[in-house]
């Protein structure tokens, strides 16, 4: 049962995730009653920040490039307007003080002539005639990668949140296609050859367990998605021990869980699940081994945001929406799934449920706004088809029994939808 947070997790060893082998997914029915711990426990160091106090800092002096110290100068104090004429700049001169012999004073003229030429303090803006001149000519137009692209209004679906900032409107479109282009960088191969001592099957086992890792302690379903990324993506690059990969997995959810939670569990909570089979310092040192082999760069377009995204574009239900991240989800532990491009995998598994719920194929607005045609989304369909006719017999249940919760509207016992109407709908244009 998901335990609560704020509650010191309790000893008794009978109630951790046991270590990942292959004998522990016959002992998935037992409850797994894992407490997260808010007090640092035994022996913790104490909390610290990683920034300077900012409250100290004007005690702290910068030296600007460019900037000459003042040395006894008195400079020009800067106007709330954004130009000075060039009649007050006369005037100035005017009003200079004058000395003991009725001649005005060296710094006095250098001031004014650093007013009047621009000179380095900046603290004048120039002319309002010279500024009208810089003004760009008015035939000019913006460049084509700068220029908005309009979207029909048939197919605006953002507009609704006008008013909402949160949901940024304006640049919603821009911000997935964005996210789109970028998966070009993520792309993955079948990396289990450069891999000796892992198979599919262990892979399938371990996501398995951060599905229930995910499930109590409570964490977004964003955070289960990143961390399967990046033990992809690290494994692709760094061969392992079989010994190590539970720790690789609890290192993902880690990092994932600081990038993405609010509250994320500590470490000593990754070392309780994993039935303290390893010690603190190899876990912070598997972290800091995953950052430098992805270069920091962990911020992996995941299927889960485009799944939420095209499936507000058809106005889904929640039960629409939650029976395609049941699929979506499911597909996490298919290794001939793992290369598919999120968007794509995204998009398949939301018209999986939109035929098994006979809410239509793929229509022109989802067309618009994930750039895939049905032709596109049919090989990736007929697969995922495949996964639920054979995860009837699967014994890693850690999926279908987190959504035959009536949370989750027990989306695992609605039936599959029949081969010849979902071929129908595949071969719809």
Not at 14 to 34: F, M, R, W, Y
Not at 62 to 74: A, D, I, N, Q, T
Not at 112 to 121: D, F, L, S, Y
Request: aromatic share 8%.
């Amino acid at each position: 049962m998901p335990f609560t947070r704020g509650k010191k997790a309790t000893a008794s060893t009978g109630s951790k995730i046991p270590k990942l082998n292959a004998a522990s997914t016959e002992n998935q029915d037992e409850g797994l009653q894992v407490k997260r711990s808010s007090s640092p426990p035994h022996g913790a160091p104490k909390k610290r920040t990683a920034f300077i106090d900012i409250t100290n800092a004007h005690k702290v002096q910068l030296s600007l490039p460019g900037r000459k110290k003042e040395s006894g100068k008195k400079t020009l104090k800067k106007t709330s307007s954004t130009s000075v004429p060039a009649k007050n700049i006369a005037n100035l001169k005017k009003s200079s003080s004058v000395g003991s012999e009725g001649t005005t004073s060296e710094k006095e003229k250098s001031d004014a002539e650093e007013v009047k030429e621009g000179g380095p303090q900046g603290d004048v803006a120039a002319p309002v005639e010279k500024l009208e001149d810089a003004s760009p000519p008015a035939g000019r137009e913006l460049p084509a990668h700068l220029r908005r692209q309009p979207i029909p209004k048939e197919f605006d679906v953002d507009s609704d949140n006008s008013e909402d900032l949160y949901m940024c409107p304006e640049y919603a479109k821009e911000i997935f296609d964005y996210l789109k282009q970028r998966e070009e960088k993520f792309v993955l191969s079948d990396y289990m050859p450069q891999q000796p001592s892992l198979n599919p099957e262990m892979r399938a086992i371990l996501v398995d367990w951060l599905v229930e890792v995910q499930e109590n302690f409570e964490l977004y379903h964003e955070t289960l998605y990143l961390a399967v990324k990046m033990t992809d993506h690290y494994l692709s690059k760094a061969p392992i021990h079989k010994e190590m990969l539970q720790l690789v997995g609890s290192t993902t959810m880690l990092i994932a869980s600081k990038f993405e939670e609010r509250r994320p569990p500590c470490v000593d909570d990754f070392l309780y699940i994993c039935d303290d089979a390893y010690k603190r310092e190899e876990l912070i040192s598997m972290e800091a081994s995953v950052l430098q082999t992805l270069s920091f760069d962990i911020n992996i377009p995941i299927p889960y945001r485009f799944l939420r995204r095209y499936a507000k574009c058809v106005s889904a239900s929640m039960d629409t929406l939650t029976l395609a991240r049941y699929y979506c989800e499911l597909s996490l532990m298919e290794m001939d799934l793992m290369p598919v491009r999120g968007s794509l995998l995204a998009s398949a598994c939301l018209l999986l449920a939109l035929v098994t719920k006979d809410l239509g194929g793929w229509s022109p607005i989802l067309q618009f706004h994930t750039g895939y045609q049905t032709s596109d989304l049919a090989p990736v369909v007929r697969r995922l088809y495949q996964m639920l006719l054979a995860s009837v017999d699967d014994k890693l249940t850690a999926v279908r029994n987190k959504y035959s919760h009536r949370v989750f509207f027990e989306v695992t016992s609605l039936p599959l939808v029949d081969v010849d109407i979902l071929e129908k709908a595949l071969s719809c244009q």
